[in-house]
Structure formats: C-alpha cells, structure tokens
C-alpha cells in the first residue's frame, strides 16, 4: 500500500501589497510506492527489447524550500522558488543491480513560474522547474504550490465556458508538460533507466462541475 506522509513549518512575510516571501522545513516518508521506470541496455538497441518495471520506493526526504511570489497588475503575477535538502535518486548500480535502485543523495530545485488571468476568463500558468540531480520524490517540494510538477517547460491553459442557464461551472483545459522532453534517469556502460511517468504529454478536455 502507498503510503507517504509529510511533515511541515514555515513561514511567510508580506513585503508590499504585491509581494511576498515564504520559508519552510519540511520532512517526507514513504512506504511502498511503486515507481515506474523502463531499462535500455545498450545490446538490445537494434531489437527494441526494452523491459519496463516497477520498483517500490521506500525511505525518507528532508529538506528547506523558498518561494517568492509577487503580483505585477491585475492580469500577470509570478513565482520562483529554491529547495534543497536531502532525498532518493536513481542509482548507477541499478543497471545491473535490480536490488538496488535508489540511493540517498542532496538535491537542489529550481522553479519559476508566470500566470496571466485574462478578463475573457483565460489563465495561463507557465512552469519552468530544473532538477541538477535526478531526485525521485514521492511528494514534490513544492507540493501545493504549483499545478505542475514534471521537469523542464510545462503550460495549462485553461477557459471558462458559457452555462447556458444551467446551474453548472465549466472549462476547457490544454495541458502540456514538459514539452522539452527531458527524460530523468541514469546511465552507463551496460544501459540505461529511465523514470517512465515524466515523459513529454499534451492533455485537453472539458471539466463540468455540477
């Protein structure tokens, strides 16, 4: 059974009437997640016979994260963040070693994002994030604070819709995440792994709330 939890303090301080600045100290368990990831080994590139797998993640992440946010006019207003700490990443012995496929490591994370609210009843939210280390989390740093948690470039796009009368909300959303294609995972001589869940994707529908 997945089970993760978390733990956490902060703080925050109005600067103006436009901006402001979070801290806060968090900690993360979790226990049987699984964790999906595809194997390359390099012999079989030319066969295709990649294996994919699920790998169950258990241990723990701490770290500190900052957000600053502020607010430019009535339309455009903006994020950036920090976070470090400590956490799981994939191991290089993986490849060869099925046994052991997460190792603790220090991760930092950036992330920057703009979102427009236009009076047609548009919003856009635009994600950058950057991950210098392949860091595995079963709960985001930045869990609560954004819409979008996949490396690289993300935009979500959603509109409001006419009700016609009916006592309904409704919205059209285009999602696309991490339209650069990165992918996270390890290498070497033998191979490679790579986390299957993060791959480029591009959504839409509409959502009716009645």
Request: charged residues 20%.
């Amino acid at each position: 059974m997945n089970k993760s939890t978390r733990l956490e303090f902060g703080v925050e301080r109005v600067l103006d009437n436009r901006s402001t600045i979070e801290a806060n100290v968090f900690f993360d368990s979790v226990v049987g997640r699984g964790v999906g990831l595809e194997s390359l080994p390099f012999s079989a590139v030319a066969s295709t016979s990649f294996d994919d797998f699920v790998a169950d993640q258990q241990g723990k992440a701490m770290g500190v994260r900052v957000v600053y946010n502020r607010r430019w006019n009535g339309i455009l207003s903006t994020s950036a963040g920090y976070a470090y700490g400590t956490g799981q990443k994939l191991s290089d012995e993986a490849i060869t070693n099925p046994a052991s496929i997460f190792k603790d490591d220090v991760f930092q994370t950036f992330f920057g994002q703009m979102k427009a609210d236009i009076r047609t009843g548009t919003s856009v939210s635009t994600v950058f994030r950057l991950s210098p280390r392949a860091t595995v989390f079963a709960i985001d740093p930045f869990e609560g604070r954004l819409a979008i948690y996949d490396p690289s470039l993300s935009v979500l796009v959603t509109q409001d819709l006419p009700s016609w009368g009916l006592p309904i909300d409704a919205e059209a959303i285009l999602d696309a995440r991490n339209l650069l294609d990165v992918h996270t995972g390890v290498s070497g001589e033998e191979g490679a792994l790579l986390l299957n869940s993060q791959r480029r994707m591009f959504r839409g529908g509409i959502l009716v709330r009645f």
